[in-house]
């Protein structure tokens, strides 16, 4: 039987690789994917507290989250076209170089 450990533990490892993601990675394709790790762990335990709790208040923020996500991907993607029309680079180490 899974318990509440597994789905914690499971959404613990996808948030730590998120944030290695995060923190390691210069292209801002990886920087993004690994924003969307770290929400879909959030999301899981969010889901796993409602789930053993017995409440609907855990998957109304996780609805909540996933439209915030589908936000930031769509302005995220917008930003990085620009980038690459700009710099002609997908590159983080690239933005220092943008000046006002």
């Not at 770290?38 to 796993?48: C, D, G, H, I, Q």
């Not at 909540?64 to 680079?89: D, K, P, Q, T």
Request: aromatic share 10%; charged share 10%.
């Amino acid at each position: 039987m899974i318990g509440l450990g597994h789905y914690l533990i499971l959404s613990g490892i996808l948030f730590a690789i998120g944030i290695i993601g995060v923190t390691t990675s210069r292209s801002v394709l990886r920087i993004l994917l690994s924003l969307e790790l770290l929400l879909a762990a959030s999301n899981l335990s969010f889901v796993t507290f409602s789930k053993f709790n017995g409440d609907y208040a855990g998957q109304l923020i996780v609805f909540f989250v996933i439209l915030v996500a589908a936000a930031e991907v769509a302005i995220g993607l917008a930003i990085v076209v620009l980038m690459y029309r700009h710099v002609s680079s997908i590159q983080a180490d690239d933005l220092k170089d943008l000046k006002w």
